[in-house]
């Protein structure tokens, strides 16, 4: 049984909730008022810059700094033995179950492990002179035998990187049901193949930043992060600076773009506020595009062994999942991605399965979490897969699906990889797509193309999400450091308005506008009344932060929660200034009216609220309730994406005609902000099915492409047109029945692109097993079939 | 990822900036556009002793008409290029060109000048100036010398120019030709992966003489593929030859792997963007283009 | 305890206003303009001319300010996103605004500049070239659809106004 969610159904009063409304965050952020981190130059402020090791793997043999302390504008030099004694390993926040912690350290201790990590720390009066003098440190270093491809890390004669570990192998986490190999044998087609997802990187355009600013004597540390979760910010930094929270502020008020790697504390904010400490200056530290791509952390690599058993009539009976995910060096605070495994079954059901997911370190920067967190992964292996067991079946790929989704009369469903589905009609949004996208028009002008000696494919890719958290208790089992639930402050101000304050820092997810919708609809004002103070821990209730898709789902239900209490203490003080019973009156549009006809505005009782002059017996001055919300369950949302291309057969070139996605997240608080999360998704997948990779040369270990000229990340000229489509059903077990947003559109586009290549190309019958999907790599799948002939 | 300190010097003419590129003995950096020096500078792959900004240096940046010559002046802008109204009725692979380099903020900066002497093996500016049979005319204390564009690149980001030279001018000729160009890039504005530039003189009977077909990202330099050419020439670029054409052009590359593609798939690329490039030849004579 | 550094003076006129500054020759114009003048609507995403976040316009037209030493800007006229700031949103920041054009907005001032320099030119473009003309900006939030919805609109109001909002 899934637990309902209580749900104010008797809601009468004006709702705010599903209007396309534009965002307030707008009104600084088109003026450049933003305040990014970089932004604020506070008095007397100093810079960092880091020598960063340029080796896959290399024992420091010693370190000379005299050259650099000598330099004018030169602050001060940390090297390992100077940070290493006096902070903690960074703590790991979503920790691999039963793996041990690789936690990493400051700067590296005695041997660096992968192509930059920091090795020495410079403080200098200006960004300038710290990397002049960076650039005078001798670092004798003695290079190591390294692995940089996951596969080759797991075989025996393989350098290891920990060596108290004995293995590159963190952990190997199993789940199962039912007797997959029974199944294959009684399967009448099986398919499988190995496929390797790329590297890639999250690349927000403000790169990872941090200004820590020491108060020498009061002894506290104020500290404006670009971070996603402000509070375990705080938390982390206590614990590895060895400080009292009391003692940290940490402030976040904007970020510009985060998308799961800004989570968590790393190695570069312990060091900038060591410094801070040492020389009771403020130091910044904003991370250059050099560094970023050979310190923050990067996502999605790994090899995927799969086999999908299917029978004639088209029904999966057995599908398995081994793979290996390459997370770098050591773990990184929320890494690695867990998704591919309690996600593997996708929207479908079948009796016998099973996932293996296998954390491999090799000597590469550690991966954290990536907008998807494994989603992408494995729904790319799966429906590819299942398009595969379609065409070898003779059956068409909507039927093969249609006929193996979970039903909307089947939920709630326990999936094998441990995941409970809520609600949702799967077929409904393949249907809409494959509608919208004109399939069987698509495939008689497919047969005239071919006619033609072009080559035409459709191709789609279907996806659940697992959405938010199923509570607390759940993450405790998994020994998170953090809760599922988000807390706000609802307090009314003496304007008639409402202030809301939320940990949740502004990171382009629009929050401002969309809590402000919630608390107004809650509450009975417009919102234009309400604002959201977000992202500082001094005034803002203990939270989680913004990340797995989670914010709204959690966020809603604390608004909820704290409104009503503040619009029902409201409506208390405005029956005894009215003097008219409670039950008479009615909060709309700011104004409490009583069915017996008196009237008073919110601003007259909220200011008699705070003066207190005339409250009602026993009911204590003020108008402002903290609530929590901890979910009851995950919410699931779905859909298809669906993509049109035409091949170039000879030179492997293909244009992307069309691409379309239909979802369901539920209730929408905002579509057009909806409609922008899955834009900028669905150009992420894109980026990664088509274009982006980071590429460490296997000789030499070396990173191949750490910059912006040479990570091939989509302008505005490289993407097609996104057609977007939905259907809304309503989440039973969510504030407001709302499902994630953030998320989705990250999930299904490599799948459908890749499908319509291998739709186009049948006639050749090439197999896709990677991303990403270049010109050149169709060329050689094709160049490989004609020279197998 | 700051730039190394330098010394910045401000050029007023032509003359000052060769006395200044003298007195750094080989040390200092020419700055114009910036588009591909600032860069370096930034991420400290390069750390001259000097800058000398031509910026401001006077006449530099003209576009004239000279009898059967267009002279482009080496500090005149690529968005200039594109816009020019006499580039785009006399020379009009030129304005095209610009297109596929970067984007409109590196347009508004990036220079002829600067591009050539770059010197970049995927450029797009070496490859037209190689097609069209362009001279770059050099300058230094010791007077000016003019050199064919086919002969001044001598590798990757490596030319004939001496560290006291510069580029002042690059002179194009200009006949009744048609020309074309066509580039595979990983993303828009991205340098190419390969690229072929081809230009030919429509003769009465519909055929073709003088055809120049140059191909970028194929070779440590830009190539004029001369034999390729000399075959197309006096043809009417019929499948056949175009295929063999293509085959020479193979034959005269000698194409990197890097992150962008193999060397193989470079190689694969060549015979197809021939083909397609002088089908657009084709096609724009047919459709009564210059 | 600062080093003695060589320094030029920087003479230029920003937003309509004279700005004058002794800099290092190194200093990046986009340092200049965010640290030295306080202006930090404009912001660095690279630095290797790639991403377009320092997107101004330099005598009317954009360029990429990391790409430009401050010492050039002398006698220069520069613009950036602080140009449009009124009590009121300018057409084109309400464009971006009523389009949800923007999400983290780190990129917008730059994508806002190089959009004011189009409507300038008042050239008419489809939608590719449109795109094309946009692509100096990279944007990772929006997938670049309604930055495309957003600046249509608003050349379309500046071409129904003679292009010169």
């Known amino acids: ?789 | 990822m700051k730039p190394a300190p330098f010394v910045y010097e401000r050029a007023g003419s032509v003359e000052e900036a060769l006395a200044m590129l003298q007195r750094y003995e080989g040390d200092a950096r020419l700055l114009a556009g910036g588009q591909s020096l600032v860069p370096l500078l930034n991420m400290r792959l390069l750390m001259p002793s000097a800058v000398i900004d031509v910026n401001d240096v006077p006449g530099l940046d003209e576009i004239r008409e000279e009898g059967d010559e267009v002279a482009i002046g080496a500090l005149t802008r690529y968005s200039r290029i594109e816009w020019s109204p006499t580039l785009v009725s006399r020379l009009p692979l030129l304005t095209e060109t610009v297109r596929y380099v970067g984007d409109r903020q590196v347009r508004t900066r990036g220079t002829l000048g600067g591009s050539l002497a770059h010197a970049d093996p995927t450029g797009e500016m070496p490859l037209a100036a190689i097609a069209l049979g362009a001279t770059v005319v050099v300058q230094s204390q010791a007077g000016r010398r003019a050199v064919p564009a086919e002969e001044f690149f001598l590798g990757p980001y490596y030319t004939v120019l001496e560290p006291e030279e510069m580029v002042v001018e690059v002179r194009f000729p200009v006949r009744r030709t048609v020309s074309a160009i066509a580039e595979h890039a990983r993303r828009h504005g991205d340098f190419a992966v390969i690229s072929v530039a081809a230009v030919g003189e429509p003769n009465g009977d519909g055929g073709w003489k003088s055809v120049r077909v140059a191909l970028g990202g194929v070779a440590d330099t830009p190539i004029l593929a001369v034999e390729a050419s000399a075959l197309l020439s006096g043809t009417s670029l019929e499948p056949d030859v175009v295929a063999r054409a293509g085959e020479m052009a193979l034959a005269a590359a000698d194409p990197p792997t890097d992150v962008r593609a193999s060397a193989d798939y470079r190689r694969h690329l060549i015979p197809i963007y021939v083909r397609r490039t002088l089908e657009l030849l084709q096609t724009r004579r047919s459709e009564g283009a210059r | 305890m600062t080093e003695t550094i060589e320094t030029v003076r920087v003479s230029v006129k920003v937003n309509g206003e004279e700005a004058v500054r002794d800099v290092e020759p190194r200093r990046q114009l986009v340092d200049f303009l965010r640290h030295d003048l306080g202006l930090t609507g404009t912001h660095v995403g690279c630095e290797q001319g790639v991403c377009g976040m320092c997107t101004v316009l330099f005598d009317g037209e954009p360029i990429k300010s990391c790409l430009m030493l401050a010492p050039q800007a002398d006698g220069h006229e520069i613009t950036t996103v602080e140009s449009l700031n009124g009590e009121e949103l300018h057409p084109l920041q309400r464009a971006f605004k009523e389009h949800h054009g923007l999400q983290c907005g780190y990129c917008t001032p730059a994508m806002l500049m190089t959009a004011l320099a189009l409507g300038r030119r008042g050239v008419p473009l489809d939608r590719e070239q449109l795109e094309e003309e946009l692509a100096g900006v990279l944007c990772r939030c929006t997938g670049y659809q309604k930055i495309y919805d957003a600046v249509e609109s608003y050349l379309a109001e500046t071409a129904g106004s003679g292009g010169t909002a």
């Open chain 1, 1 to 789: 049984m899934t637990e309902i969610v209580e749900r104010q159904t008797e809601q009468t009063r004006k709702s705010f909730i599903g209007q396309r409304r534009t965002r307030v965050e707008d009104e600084r952020l088109v003026r450049g008022l933003g305040r990014f981190v970089d932004d604020v130059d506070p008095p007397r402020l100093v810079h960092m810059a880091l020598v960063r090791c340029p080796y896959p793997r290399a024992r420091i043999v010693s370190i000379d700094a005299s050259a650099a302390r000598a330099l004018p504008g030169v602050l001060e030099v940390l090297l390992p033995e100077d940070v290493l004694e006096r902070t903690d390993p960074i703590t790991i926040l979503r920790p691999i179950p039963d793996a041990p912690a690789i936690m990493p350290r400051a700067l590296a201790d005695g041997e660096a492990l992968y192509e930059g990590q920091p090795v020495v720390s410079v403080c200098a009066v200006s960004r300038y002179i710290a990397e002049d003098a960076a650039g005078l440190i001798e670092v004798e270093y003695e290079p190591q035998p390294f692995v940089v491809d996951v596969l080759k890390a797991i075989e025996d004669d393989a350098p290891i990187l920990h060596e108290h570990m004995g293995t590159n192998v963190v952990v190997t986490n199993p789940r199962g049901d039912g007797d997959p190999e029974r199944g294959f044998e009684e399967s009448d087609v099986v398919v499988e193949d190995t496929f390797s997802i790329n590297r890639v990187s999250g690349l927000p355009m403000e790169t990872r930043a941090i200004l820590a600013d020491w108060t020498p004597g009061v002894k506290t540390l104020h500290v404006r992060a670009s971070t996603q979760a402000p509070h375990l910010f705080r938390r982390q930094l206590a614990q590895s600076l060895r400080l009292p929270e009391a003692d940290i502020r940490v402030t976040c008020d904007d970020v510009g773009g985060a998308f799961g790697l800004k989570l968590g504390i790393f190695a570069e904010d312990l060091l900038a506020c060591v410094h801070s400490m040492d020389l009771g200056r403020p130091v910044k530290w904003v991370e250059d595009r050099m560094e970023f791509f050979r310190g923050a952390t990067q996502a999605r690599e790994s090899v995927h062994q799969a086999k999908l058993g299917v029978s004639s009539d088209g029904l999966i009976v057995s599908y398995t999942n081994r793979y290996y995910v390459d997370a770098g060096a050591h773990n990184s605070p929320m890494g690695s991605p867990m998704l591919s495994s309690l996600m593997f079954q996708g929207p479908y059901k079948f009796p016998n399965g099973y996932v293996e997911r296998n954390v491999v370190l090799t000597n590469k920067v550690p991966v954290g979490a990536y907008r998807g967190y494994g989603q992408p992964e494995g729904s790319f292996v799966r429906e590819v897969l299942l398009d595969r067991a379609a065409r070898k079946i003779e059956m068409d790929r909507l039927e093969i699906r249609r006929k193996n989704f979970i039903r909307p009369d089947d939920m709630p469903w326990q999936t094998i990889g441990g995941a409970k589905y809520d609600s949702g009609d799967y077929r409904a949004c393949l249907d809409m797509a494959a509608e919208t996208i004109g399939y069987e028009d698509v495939l008689l002008r497919q047969a005239e193309a071919r006619a033609d000696g072009r080559y035409v494919g459709v191709g789609f890719g279907c996806y659940v999400e697992m959405t938010g958290y199923p509570g607390s208790k759940f993450l405790g089992k998994h020994n998170a450091q953090y809760g599922a639930h988000e807390g706000v402050v609802v307090r009314a101000n003496r304007s008639g308005g409402v202030d809301v304050y939320t940990g949740v820092p502004p990171i382009g997810q629009s929050t401002e506008t969309a809590f402000g919708q919630v608390a107004a609809t809650v509450i009975g004002l417009d919102p234009g009344n309400v604002r959201v103070f977000a992202g500082d821990t001094h005034g803002t209730p203990v939270n989680t932060g913004s990340f797995a898709s989670r914010t709204l789902i959690a966020g809603s239900g604390a608004i909820e929660r704290a409104g009503r209490e503040v619009r029902e203490k409201a409506l208390r003080v405005a029956a005894h200034m009215l003097d008219v019973p409670v039950e008479t009156l009615e909060l709309e549009d700011s104004v409490i009216t009583s069915t017996q006809g008196p009237r008073i505005t919110f601003e007259e009782v909220a200011l008699n609220a705070f003066y207190a002059h005339r409250m009602p017996e026993g009911e204590l001055p003020g108008l402002e309730a903290t609530a929590y919300y901890d979910p009851i369950s995950n919410a699931f949302a779905y859909g298809t994406a669906a993509a049109i291309v035409e091949v170039d057969p000879e030179s492997g070139e293909f244009t992307l005609e069309r691409f379309l996605f239909v979802h369901d997240c539920g209730t929408q608080v905002n579509p057009l902000l909806v409609e922008g999360q899955l834009h900028g998704g669905i150009a992420q997948a894109l980026g990664a099915a088509l274009f982006e990779e980071i590429v460490y040369d296997q000789e030499s270990g070396q990173l191949v492409n750490g910059s912006m000229i040479d990570y091939f990340m989509p302008t505005a000229a490289d993407l097609p047109r996104i057609e977007l489509g939905h259907t809304e059903v309503a989440s039973p077990v969510t504030p407001f029945g709302v499902r994630g947003i953030g998320e989705s559109g990250t999930i299904p586009p490599g799948a459908a692109v890749a499908n319509a290549l291998a739709d186009a190309l049948s006639p050749f019958g090439v197999d896709i097993n990677r991303l990403p999907l270049t010109a050149e790599y169709v060329w050689r799948l094709l160049a490989a079939k004609q020279a197998a002939r």
